[in-house]
C-alpha cells in the first residue's frame, strides 16, 4: 500500500482518469463496423504490442507461474465481462449499459471486506450511498424516456459480476507483479476468449467492405481506450485498497454519459444530470474518508 500522501495522490488520479478515459469505450463500440465480440478481439489484439512495448521499455519482470495462472483467469474474466457488456450496448443506452456494468464496487468492496479484511467505515457507507442514489437517478431518468431495455440493463449488471471478479484477482497479484506484465498476460488471455466468443456467436473477424475508419476505431478501442484506460487502473489497483479504487471507477458512467449526449443525442435530464452529480461527491466523500 501507499507510504506517502504523494503517492496516493497519484494513484488516485490515475484510476479516475482510467475510469474517464474507458467511458469512450461505448462510443468507440457504437462506432464500430464489426459485431460486438470482434470488436473486443481487435480491442485486445491491438493493445499488445503497446503494452508489450511498454514491459519491454520499463524491464518489467516476468510473473511466478502461480501468478501467470492467475491473470490469465482475471483475463477470460474480464472478456466474459467485456461479451455481456457489448451484449447490453446493442439493447440499452450508452450510458445506462456503463452504469449498469459499474455496479463492481458494492461487489468488489464486499469482497474486499472478506478477502483482504479491508475496512469499510462509515465514510464509505455515506459516500457509495450518495453515489448508489445518483446511479439510480441515471438510470431512472433513461427509464422515463423510454430508452433501454429491461434485458439490456440486465446484462450490464450481469457484466459487473465478472469485471468485480477481474479487480478483484488483479488487485491480489499486483503486489507482486507489476502492472505492464499484469496487463499484457490478462490482455492476451482476454484476447484468446474473445476470439472463442467471436467463433461462437458466428461473427466475422474482418468484413469486405471495412473501412479505415472503421480500422482506426479499432486501433482507438486498443491503444488508448485499453491500453491507457485499464493500464491506469491496473496501476492504481495496486497502490489503493480496492474498496477506494472501485469506487473511483464510478467516474466512467458519468463520462459515458457525457460522451453519449455529445454524440448520440442521449441527452440527460434533470434527474440524470443530478444524479451524475451525486456519484461524484460520493466518490470525494469516500476518497476524503481513506485519508
Not at 39 to 47: I, N, V, Y
Not at 159 to 167: D, F
Not at 174 to 193: N, Y
Not at 246 to 259: E, K, R
Request: hydrophobic share 60%; charged share 10%.
Amino acid at each position: 500500500m501507499l507510504q506517502t500522501p504523494a503517492q496516493r495522490t497519484r494513484a488516485i488520479l490515475a484510476v479516475a482518469l482510467g475510469a474517464a478515459i474507458i467511458g469512450l469505450a461505448p462510443v468507440g463500440m457504437r462506432f464500430s463496423e464489426l459485431g460486438p465480440q470482434a470488436t473486443a478481439f481487435w480491442r485486445f489484439a491491438f493493445a499488445i504490442p503497446m503494452l508489450a512495448l511498454i514491459a519491454l521499455v520499463l524491464k518489467a519482470p516476468a510473473s511466478s507461474t502461480r501468478d501467470t495462472r492467475l491473470l490469465v483467469v482475471a483475463g477470460a474474466c474480464f472478456a466474459l465481462d467485456m461479451a455481456l457488456w457489448h451484449a447490453a450496448l446493442g439493447l440499452t443506452t450508452v450510458a445506462n449499459a456503463t452504469l449498469f456494468s459499474n455496479m463492481t464496487p458494492i461487489l468488489a468492496a464486499a469482497a474486499g471486506w472478506l478477502l483482504f479484511k479491508e475496512r469499510i467505515g462509515k465514510g464509505w457507507l455515506l459516500g457509495a450511498g450518495i453515489a448508489v442514489v445518483g446511479a439510480a437517478l441515471m438510470s431512472l431518468s433513461r427509464a422515463q424516456e423510454g430508452q433501454g431495455t429491461f434485458t439490456g440493463d440486465a446484462l450490464g449488471m450481469a457484466s459487473a459480476v465478472w469485471y468485480a471478479a477481474y479487480l478483484l484477482v488483479l488487485r491480489g497479484v499486483r503486489d507482486r507483479v507489476g502492472a505492464a506484465v499484469a496487463m499484457l498476460t490478462t490482455t492476451a488471455a482476454a484476447m484468446v476468449c474473445a476470439a472463442i466468443a467471436t467463433v461462437v456467436m458466428g461473427e466475422p473477424f474482418v468484413i469486405t467492405h471495412m473501412t479505415l475508419q472503421g480500422w482506426l476505431v479499432l486501433i482507438f478501442l486498443g491503444v488508448f481506450v485499453h491500453t491507457f484506460g485499464q493500464g491506469l487502473i491496473a496501476y492504481g489497483l495496486g497502490q489503493l485498497p480496492i474498496t477506494l479504487s472501485t469506487v473511483l471507477l464510478w467516474v466512467q458512467p458519468v463520462s459515458a454519459a457525457v460522451w453519449g449526449w455529445l454524440l448520440f443525442s442521449e441527452g440527460l435530464s434533470a434527474a440524470g444530470i443530478l444524479g451524475a452529480v451525486l456519484i461524484l461527491a460520493g466518490v470525494f466523500v469516500v476518497q476524503r474518508e481513506r485519508r
